[in-house]
């Protein structure tokens, strides 16, 4: 139960978006049409879901104190070993992408390499380490943290596709409207603090 | 006397090198025609999340202009040693080195800032306007431009996250750095502006402000 809690708040209470502002860049930049949107999301789904256990794994048997050999302290290189293995998998998801969906491939274009450098990433590796998970709370959030912003990012690409005939102010347009929507379903994501499973 | 004028000259003139108007202009540039947050939207995501107060903001300011101007430098003296297949990892692990060196200062001289940060200032890492000022910049310029470049944009981000911070932080608290200068007699603060979406307000608002000076419009 403990587990699905978990889940459930990385969803909508600690959302990855409108919480802490992880993955902003690429979300700003590819939520101008639905289809582009799912593909992001999903491949970040994906790459948050095999890298944080996979870090975890690298945390507790390589870099914690004493965890290779009696006295030794490894857990500075953390930000290196973590951000290793975040580019590895990404490298991996492109290939898989590229053979398997070569539309999808096509459409993500120059963003699949930048989930490497998507925040959203390397900070569910980086809260992972500093809230001391176990591997199983690891799994259950990373899989609601991306499942989180599979969902603002799908969302606000629904919005932008809608809004693109509105009459905004012209310096408003594009980038500083989407900052203001966000704010505003920020505010409705409050809604769900508080509820407690 | 002649020889000492000559040499004047010469410092003269490598200065004027050093800081011509193009070298100059790499630094004014990013702060606000070329800014790395409103117009180039790179580092969005730590540029929101440390900006409830002024002091934070501040340190990551500092902290994120030393990490672009050395990466930019190192990337630069080895750009040409760099093989473009694998350069992302070679740019992420210089990186990588660099907010380590960051992180253990911090811990070690500004403990409590340290810990409010937590998971930002491991983040620096993906901080797009690092990576993408190395890959659109340092990749193809020399050591002197890319480190003028790089502290450019550090000081762009830096000036928009303090423009944030206090718009947050007095708006949110009444105060900046921590000094009270809207007691609650005149003002009710303004709880929105210490949540998350207080900061996407904000951020929107300066864009939009920016955008209308410099009648930079996007077209869709």
Known sequence: ?197 | MSTATAEQQVEKKKGEALFSKKNLRLISDPLNENNPITVQVLGICSALAVTAQVKPAFVMSLAVIFVTAASNVLISMMRNAIPSRIRIIVQLTIVATMVILVDLFLKAYVYDVSKQLSVFVGLIITNCIIMGRLEAFAMGNKVWPSLLDGIGNGIGYGAILLMVAVMRELLGSGSILGVTLLPESIYVNNNLMVVPAGALFAVGLIIWAQRAHNKYYETE
């Open chain 1, 1 to 197: 139960m403990d587990l699905f809690n978990l889940f459930i708040r990385s969803i909508f209470i600690d959302n990855m978006i409108f919480a802490y502002f992880l993955g902003m860049c690429s979300y700003l930049a590819v939520s101008k049409n639905v289809k582009t949107a799912v593909g992001l999301g999903a491949a970040v789904i994906f790459v948050l879901v095999i890298t944080a256990p996979l870090n975890w794994v690298i945390k507790t048997y390589i870099l914690d104190a004493d965890a290779l050999i009696q006295g030794l302290d490894l857990s500075f290189l953390a930000y290196i070993m973590y951000i290793a293995v975040i580019a590895s998998a990404v490298q991996l998801v492109e290939m898989i992408v590229e053979k398997v969906s070569p539309a999808l491939y096509g459409a993500l274009g120059i963003f699949l390499p930048l989930i490497a450098v998507n925040c959203s990433i390397l900070g569910g590796s980086l809260f992972m380490a500093q809230r001391e998970y176990g591997i199983g709370e690891t799994f259950a959030f990373s899989l609601g943290s991306g499942i989180g912003w599979f969902l603002a990012i799908v969302a606000i690409a629904a919005i932008r596709e809608k809004i693109q005939y509105s009459d905004i102010p012209k310096p408003l347009k594009g980038l500083g409207i989407t900052f203001i929507i966000t704010g505003l379903m920020g505010i409705a994501f409050m809604s769900f603090s508080g509820i407690k499973l």
